[in-house]
């Protein structure tokens, strides 16, 4: 049987700890298996390398999260693996993060490690506020942040990179086509510096953002090292209210089956909605897309599927799921084995 794992996005809010150190223990020890890093504050800022610095390279920098190096034979700001393990030289500039995800690549080493351990699937989301759907320049503050946002997943060993594309800028075609030209531009950056990341690409829930479920699994028969990130409340509300049998999450799965070789990765939580527009998440139990359709439909197909509560309840609402999950395997396993009683006594 494939393995459906229910995680959370951010760490507990029940955890005494606020580090991802602590979110990614205690996911382990509700019995989650899956957690979504939040990259979602940008605060960078700029300093020259100290004379001690010289000659290491900027991963190895304790206490702080370079992400590029301007250097001094170019006189560019770079980044990537190899602007990072590059021995830094007397007067270049560094870029760094300040950050609670952790202080240095050391501790974000150190937690991906924890997590594979303990068996809890990391992903990463970059900040909502995107705009991969310009043109040209106007699209680099977000190509940058996505960058470091994979430089931050590869040291973590997560994957996907969770993204959203961006509002409409004009006409919507020309938005993705955008969309696409930029995406290519960080793909081809990701096979240069040799990295694994892949960008999961969220459906959107308003109508005047980019990523209907068309449009995001355009872009990814069209790039390479893409997944569609299926955010269920997104789907639901921007279809106004489309998600309500086990054959309407069927319908989901079968049009995306060839993005998920190793499984699906996607968000649930409870949504208000109206006229194609998400008002709000709402805990599962107050808005009207409910769980068990999508309970069914996972254990009918025998789904490999990673599942992000985010709910406004986090931890409560993903331990709600499983357990509904839970109870309807219970039922199909009891309903099995009356029919199979029943025929022995035949």
Not at 14 to 35: C, E, F, I, P
Not at 125 to 136: D, N, R, S, V
Request: net charge neutral.
């Amino acid at each position: 049987m494939n393995m459906i794992r229910f995680g959370i996005a951010g760490i507990p809010l029940s955890s005494k700890g606020r580090t991802l150190y602590d979110g990614v223990k205690d996911v382990h020890n509700m019995g989650l298996r899956a957690l979504e890093v939040q990259f979602l504050r940008i605060n960078s800022y700029e300093r020259p390398t100290f004379n001690e610095e010289v000659g290491t390279s900027a991963k190895d920098i304790h206490g702080i999260l370079v992400m590029e190096v301007l250097t001094k034979r170019t006189g560019t700001w770079n980044s990537g693996r190899y602007a990072m393990e590059h021995p830094l030289e007397k007067g270049e500039s560094l870029k760094m993060l300040s950050i609670p995800i952790a202080t240095d690549y050391h501790k974000l080493r150190f937690i991906g490690d924890v997590a594979k351990e303990l068996d809890v699937r990391l992903s990463l989301h970059t900040p909502h506020y995107m705009e991969l759907t310009k043109e040209g320049g106007e699209a680099d503050e977000s190509i940058r942040h996505l960058k470091w946002a994979i430089l931050l997943a590869e040291a973590l060993q997560a994957d996907p990179v969770v993204t959203y594309l961006g509002i409409y800028h004009g006409d919507e075609g020309e938005s993705i086509e955008n969309a696409i030209e930029n995406l290519r531009r960080i793909r081809n950056w990701i096979k240069r510096n040799k990295m694994k990341v892949r960008i999961g690409i969220e459906t959107s829930g308003w109508k005047d953002v980019a990523g209907s479920l068309d449009e995001v699994l355009e872009i990814c028969s069209k790039i390479h090292m893409t997944r569609p990130v299926l955010n269920f409340g997104h789907i639901h509300s921007r279809e106004g209210g489309s998600l309500n049998t086990k054959e309407d999450f069927f319908e989901i799965f079968d049009r995306t089956k060839k993005f998920a070789r190793d499984g699906y990765h996607s968000h649930f939580s409870g949504v208000e909605h109206q006229s194609g527009f998400e008002k709000q998440y709402t805990p599962i139990k107050r808005g009207d897309l409910k769980f068990e359709p999508l309970a069914e439909s996972l254990i009918e197909r025998d789904i490999d599927l990673t599942l992000i509560s985010s709910s406004p309840l986090l931890e409560h609402d993903a331990m709600y799921m499983k357990i509904l999950l839970e109870r309807q395997m219970l039922r199909r396993l009891h309903k099995k084995k009356s029919k199979e009683g029943k025929s022995e006594r035949r």
